[in-house]
């Protein structure tokens, strides 16, 4: 008797996975189909050009983008996986290519955001025959091991989320993909668009820029190589956390986490081989304590749904917002009566980077100070930063805006801040008197 063996072909659509090691779609993709491809879609809609008169992603964050997806494809040559890269519509390219090449299955990030889920909705509802496996690799708390048995039980109050999770949940150790025969690689080639396919220009980061590193998780792992392991920064990060200048004040993993070259688990991980090799101290709980944040803001818009993009934001507080241009104008340029907030908004300008410290006074200046839209800074956020997240970008907005976590309806003292965290005046010089530097 003979046995015909039917040959399991599976997609790994990347979206904001974009890494080789610890990713679960890729994972599974591997492990139960024969043959495995992958496709990522440069969604023309993200190169649009927005209500507000701006691209909805500049050139700093495709730039990385494009370096990260260079990388994955090379990495994924490694395992004999194909990655298609495309500039195109998912709902275009992902039927055709699934019909090509016979897909059974597609493997993806579970992402819960409107304008992701419309896109997914309308791919799956083209490809009704097609089986989906989503997973939720961008956390460090696997939601499925959170206490919360629906979302709506999600402290609202971060210390407490922060509490429980930290006294019941493990994270999920990492894992590792093996590579496939070679046969498993497709004689169908793509090329990486570049910079100006997608409309910009060529560009050079200036040599002050804090943020001086490439895209692509090999990228994110010499960073950690370097901040944790050769520098041993990481021992003292608490303490320089809100500084201003040079790559070292800070980890600069944002971007990395941002567009998935790496997991959070990844970094927790790493972080524990450093307490026991190195030295466990509050600084080096304290990156944790920041990436907890971070997966707090997922839970929030997980909880929330669409009302972190809404003006009254999740507290549905009621303010009077305006919407002027001119002030738009001198806050993007960095020509308002403040030079520390000038100084902040020149360096996001020339780099796609701005430090946290600089991010909170920015953004209380826009929106508290000149009671501005908030909204409108959070998508100049979203067309400008290197390390862009819609859940950390919305939920941190929401919070200096007054209409997120922080009931408390705060504004920032921006000259004292400037004396505190500037005293020397260095930073501000550094962008507003370029010559000097
Ligand atoms: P570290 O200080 O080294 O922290 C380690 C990691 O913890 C970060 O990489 C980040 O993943 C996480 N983290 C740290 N602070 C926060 C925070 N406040 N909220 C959420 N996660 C945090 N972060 C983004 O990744 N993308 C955004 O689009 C974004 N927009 C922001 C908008 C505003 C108005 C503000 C005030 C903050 C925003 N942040 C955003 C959070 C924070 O400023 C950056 O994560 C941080 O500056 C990145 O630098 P780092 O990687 O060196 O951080």
Same mark, same amino acid.
């Given at each position: 008797m003979t046995y015909m063996f039917k040959i399991m072909n599976g997609l790994v659509w990347f979206r904001n996975d974009l890494r080789t090691i610890d990713n679960h779609s890729l994972y599974n993709a591997c492990r139960e189909n024969e043959k495995v491809i992958g496709i990522y879609c440069l969604d023309p809609r993200h190169f649009e050009t927005t209500q507000y008169g701006f691209k909805k992603t500049?050139?700093?964050?495709?730039?990385?983008?494009?370096?990260?997806?260079?990388?994955?494809?090379?990495?994924?040559?490694?395992?004999?996986?194909?990655?298609?890269?495309?500039?195109?519509?998912?709902?275009? &390219?992902?039927?055709?290519?699934?019909?090509?090449?016979?897909?059974?299955?597609?493997?993806?990030?579970?992402?819960?955001?409107?304008?992701?889920?419309?896109?997914?909705?309308?791919?799956?509802?083209?490809?009704?025959?097609?089986?989906?496996?989503?997973?939720?690799?961008?956390?460090?708390?696997?939601?499925?091991?959170?206490?919360?048995?629906?979302?709506?039980?999600?402290?609202?109050?971060?210390?407490?989320?922060?509490?429980?999770?930290?006294?019941?949940?493990?994270?999920?150790?990492?894992?590792?993909?093996?590579?496939?025969?070679?046969?498993? &690689?497709?004689?169908?080639?793509?090329?990486?668009?570049?910079?100006?396919?997608?409309?910009?220009?060529?560009?050079?980061?200036?040599?002050?820029?804090?943020?001086?590193?490439?895209?692509?998780?090999?990228?994110?792992?010499?960073?950690?190589?370097?901040?944790?392991?050769?520098?041993?920064?990481l021992a003292v990060y608490k303490k320089t956390r809100n500084g201003l200048v040079g790559k070292d004040y800070s980890s600069k993993l944002s971007a990395w986490l941002a567009n998935g070259s790496?997991?959070?688990?990844?970094?927790?991980?790493?972080?524990?081989?450093?307490?026991?090799?190195?030295?466990?101290?509050?600084?080096?709980?304290? &990156?944790?304590?920041?990436?907890?944040?971070?997966?707090?803001?997922?839970?929030?818009?997980?909880?929330h749904g669409n009302k972190i993009f809404q003006l009254n934001g999740i507290l549905q507080k009621e303010y009077h917002w305006n919407q002027n241009t001119k002030a738009f104008n001198q806050w993007t340029n960095g020509t308002t009566q403040e030079h520390f907030v000038n100084a902040n908004m020149i360096e996001l300008q020339r780099t796609g980077w701005m430090s946290n410290r600089g991010r909170q006074n920015v953004a209380s200046y826009w929106a508290?100070?000149?009671?501005?839209?908030?909204?409108?800074?959070?998508?100049?956020?979203?067309?400008?930063?290197?390390?862009?997240?819609?859940?950390?970008?919305?939920?941190?907005?929401?919070?200096?805006?007054?209409?997120?976590?922080?009931p408390r309806d705060r504004k920032f003292n921006i000259k004292r801040q400037a004396e505190m965290y500037d005293g020397d005046g260095k930073f501000q010089k550094m962008w507003l008197i370029p010559e000097l530097f």
């Amino acid at each position: 008797m003979t046995y015909m063996f039917k040959i399991m072909n599976g997609l790994v659509w990347f979206r904001n996975d974009l890494r080789t090691i610890d990713n679960h779609s890729l994972y599974n993709a591997c492990r139960e189909n024969e043959k495995v491809i992958g496709i990522y879609c440069l969604d023309p809609r993200h190169f649009e050009t927005t209500q507000y008169g701006f691209k909805k992603t500049e050139k700093f964050r495709t730039q990385f983008l494009l370096e990260t997806l260079a990388e994955l494809q090379q990495n994924l040559a490694e395992k004999n996986i194909s990655l298609l890269v495309y500039y195109g519509y998912p709902e275009q &390219l992902i039927p055709e290519i699934a019909a090509k090449y016979q897909i059974e299955t597609i493997y993806s990030q579970n992402e819960w955001t409107q304008e992701e889920v419309d896109v997914e909705t309308e791919v799956r509802n083209l490809i009704p025959a097609v089986n989906w496996k989503t997973y939720y690799d961008q956390f460090l708390f696997h939601p499925d091991d959170v206490p919360y048995e629906d979302w709506e039980k999600i402290p609202e109050v971060f210390t407490e989320f922060r509490k429980q999770l930290e006294k019941k949940i493990r994270v999920r150790p990492t894992v590792v993909i093996s590579a496939k025969p070679i046969a498993n &690689l497709i004689e169908e080639k793509t090329n990486i668009p570049t910079l100006e396919d997608l409309g910009f220009d060529e560009f050079k980061q200036p040599n002050k820029t804090a943020f001086p590193f490439k895209g692509g998780e090999n990228q994110a792992k010499k960073r950690i190589k370097e901040y944790f392991w050769d520098t041993k920064k990481l021992a003292v990060y608490k303490k320089t956390r809100n500084g201003l200048v040079g790559k070292d004040y800070s980890s600069k993993l944002s971007a990395w986490l941002a567009n998935g070259s790496i997991s959070a688990r990844m970094i927790y991980w790493e972080v524990q081989q450093f307490e026991k090799k190195v030295v466990k101290n509050e600084d080096t709980y304290w &990156l944790i304590f920041e990436l907890i944040w971070r997966d707090y803001f997922k839970y929030i818009s997980l909880k929330h749904g669409n009302k972190i993009f809404q003006l009254n934001g999740i507290l549905q507080k009621e303010y009077h917002w305006n919407q002027n241009t001119k002030a738009f104008n001198q806050w993007t340029n960095g020509t308002t009566q403040e030079h520390f907030v000038n100084a902040n908004m020149i360096e996001l300008q020339r780099t796609g980077w701005m430090s946290n410290r600089g991010r909170q006074n920015v953004a209380s200046y826009w929106a508290k100070e000149w009671e501005q839209d908030w909204r409108i800074g959070a998508a100049y956020f979203e067309s400008m930063l290197i390390d862009y997240d819609v859940h950390s970008n919305y939920g941190n907005w929401m919070y200096n805006a007054g209409v997120g976590n922080d009931p408390r309806d705060r504004k920032f003292n921006i000259k004292r801040q400037a004396e505190m965290y500037d005293g020397d005046g260095k930073f501000q010089k550094m962008w507003l008197i370029p010559e000097l530097f």
